[in-house]
C-alpha cells in the first residue's frame, strides 16, 4: 500500500449556513476525485455541510476535539460528537490552537487518542516558527511535537500527519522545495521508527498553499497532499489544488 493522497480544508473560524453553496460546487466539479477530499468547517457547520455532500466523496472533519469522551466541560466539543454529527477526521495540533489555547504536545496526543476511540482519523499537525528554524531547530523541534503529539496507537488507518511551518501560515509565504523534502523525509523517517506502517501514513505539507504552487509541492517526495486554510474557502481555489494531486 501507498499513503493515500489527501487534500484537506481547514476553514478555520470562517463560513456560515451560505458558504455551504461552496460545498455544492465542489461536488459538482471533484466529488469523484482520484485523490481523498476533506474539508474541516467550523464545528456547528459540520452537520449541514454533510447532509450537503449526500453521497459524494467528500469527507467532513472537526477542527479540534476534547480529550474526554463527555461531561462537565462547558464550550468543548467531544470526538464522539464530531463523529455523530457527521465528521470522519479531526484536525488535531494546529499552530492556532498551540498558540491560542497553550497546547501541550501531551494535550494533542490524549486528544488524538481520544479521537482514535471515537472512529476518527486524527489529522495532527506540526510545525517550527520562524525563530525556531532561523536557529536550526527545524528537525528537533519536529522530532519532539511528532514524540509528544502521536500516540503509540496511530497507525496509516487512523492517523495524518501535517508539516505547517508557523511561517507559512496564512503568510503567503513558502519553504523551499529542499526544506519541505528536508522535513517530510525526517517525518517518514521519525515515523518509522514509532509506527509499523510508518510508510503509509499520509504525510500533508501546510502553509499558504495556493493553485499556483500546489503542483510543484506535491511533486516533493513524501509529500502525499496539503492541508490548506485560505485557499480551501472557494471551490474554484481548492478545486485547483485537488486537480493538482
Ligand atoms: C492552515 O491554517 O492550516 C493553513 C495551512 O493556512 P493557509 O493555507 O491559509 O496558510
Known sequence: MAPRKLA???????GD??????????CGTHGNASCDIL???????IHAMKERVGDHAIAIGGQDCHAKPSGAHTGDISAAQLKDAGASHVILGHSERRADHGE??????????????AGLVAVICVGETEA???????LDVIGRQLSGSVPQAAHAGN?????EPVWAIGTGRTPTNDQIAEVHAFMRNKLAAAVADAADISLLY????????????????????????GASLKASDFGAIISAL
Not at 484537506?8 to 470562517?14: D, L, Y
Not at 449556513?17 to 465542489?26: H, Q
Not at 492517523?159 to 508539516?163: E, N, P, R, S
Request: proline share 4%.
Open 206 to 229: 501546510g502553509g499558504s498553499v495556493k493553485p499556483a504552487n500546489a503542483s510543484e509541492i506535491f511533486s516533493i517526495a513524501h509529500v502525499d497532499g496539503a492541508l490548506v486554510g
Open 159 to 163: 492517523c495524518v500527519i501535517a508539516y
Open 17 to 26: 449556513l451560505a458558504a455551504l453553496a461552496e460545498i455544492d460546487s465542489l
Open 39 to 45: 474539508i474541516c468547517p467550523p464545528a456547528v457547520l
Open 104 to 117: 501541550t504536545d501531551a494535550d494533542v496526543a490524549q486528544k488524538a487518542s481520544a479521537a482514535f476511540d
Open 132 to 138: 525556531e528554524r532561523d536557529a536550526g531547530q527545524t
Open 8 to 14: 484537506a480544508g481547514n476553514w478555520k473560524m470562517n
